[in-house]
């Protein structure tokens, strides 16, 4: 069946290798090592910087706070004992202001006390004549009532205490029947006193800080220090490994922060553990299996070199290419098998594959080798869309295999057949491979995947290796593979052998590669 044409894919800008290196090494360059210790240092000092005058500030507020109250009290009873000694008489206003009363105003030997009585019309009676007025307020002033206020006296900042009499009344207790005639009581006094309480307070709650601020930074590292000891202690763990333990970090003495960290380590070293292994054993079954073949090779050439006789030269020169020819075969199913067992998913993704084209393709490779082998190679596919994920490269070298192993076991005349299916109820993709030629038997069938494994009694050549690499790429694409009796050999005397791979199936889309 003729191929479908595709689409070119767009143009596209190539980039080369030397910008990817160069900016690479630019990022590179960029990037610094971060200190875990300095960062968390960093992280916990700098705020407790910045809150420090932060409280500082708190604190002088509150300080300040918290000396007024006890200075305004005291401010208070002077500006009530005043009050209580201004009298109106005979319609003047007069202060009878005693010794000791006097005695309360000057008692102070720290701050300046300055006093002021207005009568109602505002005129002075007694005190300070350089006392500011209080500002006009929009309610009307409450007889009885003491405010307090900032003000400056001789350009000295003073705090005064004022309140309003009612010159009506003898008594504090005012009538509400008769209209009040207000006089206006200050008293105000200096701020040395209450400055010197600030600074007290403050003195008291700085200087320890003083003292904390160093314990505290002393603490926090020696907190950080003790903290991150256990990375300390896994470092030097690590670092006294041999260079060939690749066994699991002991995660027992291990903080449970550290923990998902030594997981990946873990992890890693597994990984790194199981490709050395693959490696070591490559390496092993190539030195074991290359030995025959290059000492065949050897004895061939060394008979041919002994040799005088041309057709006996020939003969053994044929032999010796049949050898290398060998030789050539296990070398690229060796390779096949390592590139098979390092492949994964997150080294190169699966891609959407159309299974149909991608046998058909693989089949054609086939043609001339089952004509030389006089047998006849058949394909069978549905007439609809069959999609998989998988590698396309790796899937090609899985069918290889399997159509080698069909011709190599088929008998002159036989037939084989790859066929592609699909289970559309179960979302299952099948892709199989059948022969008429000897089978294998239910017995077999456990080890022939394992490596240069062979059924004893055939005379097939080859390196045992072919149906290993088809398991390898079974299991990197979560797929099945099963090894049956050909149903359509049923009664006849060879059982014949049907190898079928089960992959999932995709949703039944086209891929873009398939749009005409």
């Known amino acids: 069946?003729?191929?479908?044409?595709?689409?070119?894919?767009?143009?596209?800008?190539?980039?080369?290798?030397?910008?990817?290196?160069?900016?690479?090494?630019?990022?590179?360059?960029?990037?610094?090592?971060?200190?875990?210790?300095?960062?968390?240092?960093?992280?916990?000092?700098?705020?407790?910087?910045?809150?420090?005058?932060?409280?500082?500030?708190?604190?002088?507020?509150v300080a300040k706070s918290i000396a007024n109250e006890p200075f305004d009290?005291?401010?208070?009873?002077?500006?009530?004992?005043?009050?209580?000694?201004?009298?109106?008489?005979?319609?003047?206003?007069?202060?009878?202001?005693?010794?000791?009363?006097?005695?309360?105003?000057?008692?102070?030997?720290?701050?300046?006390?300055?006093?002021?009585?207005?009568?109602?019309?505002?005129?002075?009676?007694?005190?300070?004549?350089?006392?500011?007025?209080?500002?006009?307020?929009?309610?009307?002033?409450?007889?009885w009532a003491t405010k307090f206020r900032y003000d400056f006296v001789r350009n000295t900042e003073v705090r005064i205490a004022y309140m309003y009499v009612d010159l009506h009344k003898t008594q504090v207790e005012p009538q509400l029947s008769i209209e009040p005639r207000l006089a206006l009581v200050q008293v105000g006094e200096t701020l040395e006193k209450r400055s010197q309480l600030v600074n007290q307070i403050i003195k008291g709650v700085i200087v320890p800080e003083f003292i904390i601020l160093p314990v505290a930074l002393i603490l926090v590292w020696f907190a950080l220090t003790r903290g991150l000891r256990p990375l300390a202690e896994l470092q030097q763990?690590?670092?006294?490994?041999?260079?060939?333990?690749?066994?699991?970090?002991?995660?027992?003495?291990?903080?449970?922060?550290?923990?998902?960290?030594?997981?990946?380590?873990?992890?890693?070293?597994?990984?790194?553990?199981?490709?050395?292994k693959v490696q070591k054993r490559f390496i092993a079954d190539a030195a074991h299996q290359m030995k025959t073949p290059l000492a065949g090779m050897r004895m061939q050439s060394e008979l041919a070199l002994r040799q005088t006789d041309q057709a006996e030269i020939h003969k053994s020169l044929e032999q010796l290419a049949k050898s290398s020819s060998s030789a050539t075969r296990m070398v690229n199913q060796l390779l096949a098998l390592a590139r098979a067992e390092n492949q994964t998913p997150a080294t190169k993704p699966m891609q959407l594959l159309e299974l149909s084209e991608l046998a058909r393709d693989t089949l054609q490779n086939w043609v001339q080798t089952s004509f030389n082998k006089k047998i006849d190679l058949g394909f069978e596919q549905p007439d609809y869309t069959i999609l998989v994920k998988g590698d396309a490269t790796m899937l090609q070298e899985l069918l290889n295999n399997l159509i080698d192993n069909a011709l190599n076991y088929t008998p002159a005349g036989g037939q084989a057949t790859v066929r592609v299916r699909a289970d559309e109820t179960n979302k299952l993709a099948f892709l199989e491979v059948e022969d008429n030629g000897p089978g294998i038997a239910a017995h077999e069938r456990g080890h022939i995947f394992e490596r240069f494994y062979r059924i004893l009694g055939s005379n097939v050549e080859g390196s045992g290796l072919?149906?290993?690499?088809?398991?390898?790429?079974?299991?990197?694409?979560?797929?099945?593979?099963?090894?049956?009796?050909?149903?359509?050999?049923?009664?006849?005397?060879?059982?014949?052998?049907?190898?079928?791979?089960?992959?999932?199936?995709?949703?039944?889309?086209?891929?873009l590669d398939y749009i005409v």
């Not at 300095?38 to 932060?54: H, K, N, Q, R």
């Not at 390898?472 to 059982?495: F, M, R």
Request: glycine share 4%; charged share 25%.
């Open 1 to 61: 069946m003729p191929d479908a044409p595709r689409q070119h894919p767009p143009t596209v800008d190539v980039i080369t290798s030397d910008a990817i290196d160069a900016e690479a090494t630019a990022h590179s360059e960029e990037r610094t090592h971060r200190s875990l210790f300095g960062e968390i240092l960093d992280w916990m000092l700098v705020p407790l910087l910045l809150l420090w005058p932060l409280s500082i500030a708190i604190t002088y507020l």
């Open 73 to 143: 009290r005291a401010l208070e009873d002077k500006v009530t004992v005043v009050a209580q000694q201004v009298k109106e008489v005979n319609g003047r206003v007069i202060t009878r202001l005693t010794g000791p009363a006097t005695d309360i105003l000057h008692a102070d030997d720290v701050d300046n006390i300055y006093y002021q009585i207005l009568d109602s019309r505002g005129i002075m009676v007694e005190g300070d004549p350089e006392m500011p007025l209080p500002s006009e307020e929009s309610d009307p002033p409450q007889p």
């Open 237 to 276: 763990r690590i670092r006294a490994r041999r260079p060939d333990d690749l066994s699991p970090i002991d995660s027992g003495y291990v903080p449970e922060e550290i923990l998902p960290l030594v997981g990946s380590l873990n992890d890693m070293l597994e990984r790194l553990s199981q490709s050395i």
């Open 466 to 511: 072919g149906l290993a690499i088809v398991r390898e790429i079974v299991q990197q694409h979560e797929a099945e593979i099963e090894i049956l009796n050909n149903p359509h050999c049923k009664g006849q005397k060879s059982p014949g052998c049907l190898v079928r791979v089960t992959l999932h199936l995709e949703p039944n889309t086209v891929p």
